[in-house]
């Protein structure tokens, strides 16, 4: 008789708890028995009791056979479809059944099979609870292209005569057809192309509201397009709180499906200048008064511009639905189109920021829907229908600032398809969403409960990682068909060219921390990989948008052949490609092809920052370096970093031989662009330079293990962006790039 604890680790495997681990350091981790509790109980599965186990661990043995078919399938395309049919039935019935089924494309076009008798293959029997359950497998050799089908299936006994009295079985579910890769554009098969990347919120302009808006992202890629440029890269735009200090990282999001509006450039919205009451607003001298201070501020005042933005949409909508929406104008029309288009997920997020304004208080924080009364807490309960029935105006006004958003950015996407940008918008897609997010609330019985997604301990983050947001629960996810994850991939994909997928070790297995527990307690859960990816390709191609892996860290080299096989860049920093052991750094052409390369990240110092210590002495005046020791071995290793990146260009002869090798207090100019010119040697297909390090940005954006001690997410740049346009190094960096191997777009930018 299996003790408890087994039973515990029987049923751990069965829903893909990892047993063991090894970290960066080599050693290895065995998962305990008190976390694979805890991780089982987030799933809630019932584990109080042995007996309790046991129906467990049975339940999901045997759940493929009870359940007829799976409830979703994803093949490759120009493969036969196999469908594994399970069927209860009588030893010696076999051949008196008949199996029907129907193919559903999205156009709304139907086909349908059926076989009977000796024409059904059965591949399998077993018994389960007294009844003796056969496989069958439908094979369909109608070639289907790539994309989502419905599939019906129904079987039935010429004698009506099925275990339990059920006359038929029947049971619908999802078909996805994939591609075998992710999309690559045609300039980009044989070649490569360079970008800029920015964080649009950090962008100063004489003209913004105090934050970069998507008038100054149109500006920034016809400004780019003209250096030759062929991509600009942007921080993820995903809705967030706007609410220090945890609500203001582009990382920790209420929704990956929707965006932040305090990227709207309100002058810009007709109903804005149409206004009487934005118009009184917007002229008072109080509120023009506010609004300098906010466009002055070496910092962004999230909240108060959210403040300023929000009254104003405010004033525009309600002109907008009388004279729009209730006219049905052009413009009442388009917004009509885009509800329908977005449907259920667009209204429960619109429904959720209603509910988060009327609930949000001092006491409980706005984006927190645990703490709303408990009838709200179900979005299909009672109380959110009621909610929606007697709250219609104020839940289309947030679905009115998703339209505007949407129209906004596409406007900046359009540019740059106009001017022949091979790439144009390079979006980033966070890992998850907060807890008390609209993500959260609308998918909430696919999503764990008491744990969180983190890292365990590396030597980036000693103690480990706490991202701080609860993780899909795998088999649950299958079980709707994919769905959040379609539509979290196709929201992003949507309007650009490349997506970065952040931490894409995270689609194969993810590091789940129950909580009261530490990172190091933690374990690895097993994710359905090649369904994910083949989901992201067939996404990708759709919608002619390259895909980008985040694959730093600990991450074992069967996955980065798995994402190159997916036609997937990986994502190679310069300041970690080394020759381990040896730290020097590799040289260019030992760079893969398939990889986007760039320098540095948002959580990472900048070049500037990165040759004066800039991170090491904020760190030390943090009281991060409690061992003084320690503090001096990081100022001299960051000393013969810096030696190893000067013999590095040497020996890509970038740098002459005779170039000295003596410490300087500052980078200049040459030496920033002499690393890019190190990286544009590289074959990789991508090459992303950062702003930042070409305006000569001391500080990164983001410190990771801080909150308030450090301003995280509401540092603006040095310099407007008039100033940057006009700025005499991006020329340079232009010509650095002006013989740079990518094709059609290498002519664009010599002609200009």
């Not at 591949?123 to 007294?130: A, F, L, N, Q, V």
């Not at 703490?371 to 839940?395: L, M, N």
């Amino acid at each position: 008789m299996p003790s408890k604890d087994e039973l515990i680790d029987d049923l751990s495997g069965l829903y893909g708890i990892i047993h063991e681990y090894f970290d960066i350091f080599g050693n290895r981790h065995v998962t305990s028995v008190e976390t694979k509790r805890a991780i089982l109980r987030a799933m809630r599965l019932r584990i109080g009791s042995s007996e309790d186990i046991k129906g467990e661990i049975e339940r999901v043995r045997s759940r493929p056979w009870k359940d007829f078919i799976e409830p979703v399938k994803v093949i490759p395309v120009n493969q036969p479809l196999i469908i594994p049919v399970y069927i209860p039935i009588k030893e010696g019935e076999d051949r008196r059944l008949m199996l029907t089924w129907s193919i559903g494309d999205e156009k709304g076009q139907r086909y349908s099979s059926a076989i009977s008798g000796d024409d059904i293959t059965i591949s399998e029997h077993r018994w389960i609870d007294g009844v003796r359950y056969i496989r069958a497998d439908i094979v369909e050799r109608r070639a289907l292209d790539i994309g989502y089908y419905s599939l019906d299936v129904e079987c039935i006994h010429i004698e009506n005569i099925f275990p339990g009295g059920k006359k038929s079985l029947h049971k619908a579910a999802r078909l996805i057809v994939t591609p075998d890769t992710c999309y690559i554009p045609p300039e980009l098969q044989n070649g490569k192309t360079w970008g800029l990347f920015i964080n649009l919120y950090s962008i100063r302009s004489a003209r913004n509201w105090g934050i970069g808006d998507f008038t100054d992202l149109k500006g920034i890629v016809r400004w780019v397009a003209g250096l030759g440029g062929d991509l600009v890269g942007i921080n993820p735009l995903h809705a967030i709180p706007n609410k220090r200090p945890y609500g203001i990282s582009p990382y920790s999001p209420i929704s990956r499906l929707y965006r932040n509006f305090i990227y709207l450039d309100v002058d810009r919205i007709p109903e804005v200048r149409e206004s009487e009451e934005a118009g009184n607003i917007m002229l008072s001298m109080m509120f023009n008064e506010e609004l300098d201070k906010l466009r002055r501020s070496d910092r962004i005042d999230y909240e108060m511009v959210a403040l300023f933005k929000e009254r104003i949409l405010k004033g525009a909508f309600d002109l907008f639905y009388e004279q729009h929406y209730r006219g049905d104008t052009d413009r009442g029309r388009d917004f009509r189109e885009y509800i329908s288009e977005q449907g259920d997920v667009l209204e429960s997020f619109a429904i959720y920021m209603a509910l988060a304004e009327r609930f949000g208080t001092a006491e409980a924080p706005l984006f927190a829907w645990r703490q709303w009364p408990a009838q709200y807490h179900d979005p299909s309960g009672d109380a959110v229908q009621r909610f929606k029935e007697t709250h219609k105006r104020e839940i289309l006004f947030y679905q009115y600032v998703q339209w505007l958003i949407d129209r906004q950015i596409r406007e900046a996407y359009d540019e740059a398809k106009d001017l022949g940008m091979t790439v144009g918008l390079y979006h980033d897609l966070a890992v998850g969403s907060i807890g008390g997010g609209s993500d959260v609330w609308y998918y909430k019985d696919i999503i764990a409960d008491g744990v969180d997604v983190g890292a365990p301990p590396d030597d980036f983050s000693p103690d480990g990682q706490n991202w701080g947001f609860p993780p899909i629960v795998p088999n649950r996810l299958k079980d709707t068909g994919y769905e959040m994850f379609i539509n979290t991939i196709r929201a992003n994909m949507k309007y650009g060219g490349a997506l970065r997928i952040d931490h894409a070790l995270g689609m194969f297995r993810l590091f789940w921390i129950p909580h009261g527990m530490s990172p190091g307690d933690g374990a690895y859960i097993r994710y359905p990989a090649e369904d994910l990816l083949r989901i992201i390709a067939l996404e990708s191609v759709r919608n002619k948008t390259m895909v980008i892996a985040e694959d730093l860290g600990t991450i074992g080299e069967d996955v980065r052949e798995t994402l190159r096989r997916f036609h997937m860049l990986s994502y190679r920093l310069f300041y970690f490609e080394r020759n381990y052991p040896d730290p020097s750094f590799i040289l260019p052409d030992k760079y893969p092809d398939m990889a986007l390369c760039a320098v540095t990240t948002h959580d990472l110092p900048t070049l500037y920052g990165y040759w004066v210590g800039q991170d090491i002495n904020i760190r030390k005046g943090l009281g991060k370096y409690p061992d003084e020791k320690i503090l001096d071995e990081h100022l001299r290793e960051r000393e013969r970093d810096k030696a190893r990146i000067l013999r590095a260009l040497r020996s890509a002869g970038i740098l002459a031989d005779d170039f000295p090798e003596s410490m300087m207090p500052e980078i200049t100019p040459e030496l920033c662009l002499a690393i890019y010119e190190y990286l544009a040697k590289t074959p990789c297909k991508l090459l992303l330079v950062s702003l930042d390090d070409i305006i000569g940005t001391l500080n990164q954006q983001n410190m990771p293990g801080t909150v308030n001690e450090y301003p995280n997410w509401i540092q603006k740049t040095t310099m407007t962006l008039e100033e940057i346009f006009s700025d005499r190094r991006f020329i340079a960096l232009a010509g650095l790039f002006a013989s740079y191997n990518r094709g059609s777009v290498s002519r664009r930018g010599a002609e200009q």
